[in-house]
């Protein structure tokens, strides 16, 4: 790119990136920024803070720290990201991506096909469905012959497991294009050694795939932080507080309890999780991108 | 799970390839085959099971929660594809429209200058811009909202724009990958014809970098279609209100009608699988959507 440019500034380029850089920095980076700003704010969504509202110091932050609430949050955020992102979503996406490998044609297909719709569905539909499958009188009560109302009684699992059938179909499709890159002659190498298929599996596949597989994780641990829609429908955080993680609990203090600063602060504490996910991911993907060049 | 995982290759690894007769072998083959091919199809009716409400009470007279047989009817069809349910999914069509429109256009220009021109720290700002799409859209909301109450843009078009720059550094990423795949020497070409920059965009540089360029609207729109917090927080006039917000509405009021719900929520998500269908081929080796991380 660098090898035929003029030696003068560009300032063509910098009209044409112009448009891209401003509306990023006045709806992207300005309000990552500002909310980290509001969180240190006294701001209320009514009454006479909302517009004559101002820096409190360190009252936001000495309240998250005395909130219990927020550190059961804490807790349900890790919770769900680890139980249906990291391990959920890649188990049940690598576990199908494998089984397509040898499967008929037919079955294959139609697997296929009802993973990848149950990915894309919109978030407000995936939640629904599985609303109507878990709550009183839906599918799930009535295979036991009772009225349990599972969302209610076991809810962390529900939305989890909601969260695992919604993505499961997007780590599926990457892990399956990862085990493309495994190239016949490898495996063949190792059956000519006379290794078992699941010495073939540990020794060659996985060490193979193993990039694919940390970048799926990072993507997946990304999507279900950012799935507010699922739990938000389905449980809107309860019952209690039993699936209230961050994003919802952030959204409830600011917009239902009215304290916008606070809610802001919450908000932050999530921006600081995404960053430590997308690093990683960003330093994958240079990585990868590097090794294949 | 990880029995689930584990079980298929351990079934085998009893049996390793070396020396054993022809017969065995072939017997261990199709233990493997009818286990793996019936695992498959387990999954594939766990992941059915909870779609198949939709289906059915979509077009069940008496439709509730429960899954049953339904009492055919195409009443809930005809409920949901009038009056305030059709304004509601022509709200998120403009909705989807204007975010489309502001991410490509923005990301059409600025990746072409990033592909083809000379920009200082441009390996630098795609780094940044990656990094950009791992940041979840609910932290923006309240920070949002506080400014666009200040300036009285709680409306449709002003959160169509905000949702189009959520979608504008996956959609530059996957535009400014594109071009980078055109060929130079197609614009050098141009440039000797003496044409300006922006016939060469519109005429040399869209023309082949369309594929990418089409599959950043698709994620564009899909994005903003099935938007939910954004629309609920940032549109405060009822007349404006979008197709999932309308869905919330059936599933809270007091007198619920299972039936419509379904029926809604089929018809205000066809469009998304149809687009999706569109844009990638999963299963013939192309997979466009790599770093779709929005929610």
């Known amino acids: 790119m660098t090898t035929d440019a003029q030696d003068r500034p560009d300032f063509l380029a910098l009209v044409l990136l112009l448009p891209t850089i401003l509306l990023l920095l006045i709806l992207f980076v300005g309000p990552v920024a500002f909310a980290f700003y509001l969180g240190f704010t006294n701001i209320r969504l009514i009454g006479p803070t909302a517009v004559h509202f101002h820096l409190n110091g360190l009252v936001n932050l000495h309240h998250l720290y005395g909130d219990s609430l927020f550190w059961l949050s804490l807790k349900l955020t890790i919770v769900f990201l680890m139980v249906s992102a990291i391990f959920g979503v890649t188990v049940v996406g690598l576990a199908l991506a494998l089984l397509m490998q040898h499967a008929i044609a037919w079955l294959r297909a139609a697997v296929g096909a009802i993973v990848v719709v149950a990915w894309m569905l919109p978030p407000i539909t995936a939640a629904l469905v599985w609303y109507a499958f878990s709550t009183t009188g839906g599918t799930l009560s009535l295979l036991g012959g009772s009225q349990l109302d599972v969302l209610n009684t076991f809810p962390m699992t529900v939305v989890c497991l909601a969260n695992i059938w919604s993505t499961a179909g997007f780590s599926m499709l990457v892990l399956s294009a990862g085990l493309r890159q495994v190239s016949s002659e490898v495996l063949e190498a190792g059956r000519m050694e006379g290794a078992s298929r699941w010495r073939i599996f540990c020794s060659l596949t996985l060490p193979i795939i193993q990039p694919t597989i940390v970048t799926n994780i990072l993507l997946v641990t990304l999507l279900s932080l950012a799935n507010f829609s699922l739990i938000y429908i389905m449980t809107a955080g309860g019952p209690g507080n039993a699936t209230d993680i961050l994003p919802i609990y952030s959204y409830q203090q600011a917009f239902v309890f009215n304290k916008l600063g606070y809610g802001a602060l919450l908000g932050d504490v999530v921006v600081i999780i995404a960053t430590i996910f997308a690093y990683l991911y960003v330093r994958m993907s240079r990585s990868s991108r590097l090794t294949h060049a | ?295």
């Open chain 2, 1 to 295: 799970m990880t029995q689930l995982l584990a079980s298929q290759p351990s079934a085998v690894a009893r049996m390793p390839f070396e020396p054993a007769s022809s017969d065995t072998r072939s017997s261990a083959e199709i233990r493997a085959y009818v286990i793996g091919n019936g695992l498959l199809g387990l999954f594939g009716i766990l992941f059915l099971a909870p779609l198949a409400w939709l289906f059915f009470a979509s077009v069940d007279a008496n439709a509730t929660w429960a899954l049953s047989w339904p009492h055919f009817t195409l009443a809930n069809f005809r409920q949901v594809t009038r009056g305030d349910f059709l304004e509601a999914l022509f709200n998120t069509f403009l909705l989807s429209l204007v975010a489309t429109a502001v991410s490509t256009v923005a990301a059409t220009f600025g990746g072409y200058a990033l592909s083809r021109r000379r920009i200082p720290l441009s390996d630098e700002l795609m780094v940044a811009i990656l990094f950009l799409t791992g940041i979840p859209v609910a932290i923006m909301i309240i920070p949002v909202f506080q400014v666009y109450a200040k300036y009285n843009l709680l409306n449709l078009w002003a959160t169509g724009v905000f949702l189009g720059v959520s979608s504008l550094p996956f959609a530059l990423w996957l535009i400014k990958t594109s071009m980078d795949a055109v060929p130079k020497e197609l614009e050098e070409a141009a440039t000797m014809e003496r044409a300006n920059v922006f016939q060469i965009i519109w005429n040399v540089t869209v023309p082949v970098a369309l594929p990418g360029i089409f599959s950043a609207m698709i994620f564009s729109f899909i994005n903003a279609w099935g938007s939910f917090l954004p629309p609920l927080v940032l549109i405060s006039d009822p007349d404006q209100v979008t197709g999932p917000i309308k869905i919330l509405g059936l599933i809270g009021s007091a007198d619920v009608r299972y039936g419509d719900i379904a029926a809604y929520s089929i018809v205000y998500s066809i469009p998304v699988v149809i687009l999706y269908v569109l844009v990638s081929k999963p299963f013939s080796g192309g997979f466009s959507m790599g770093g779709a991380v929005k929610g």
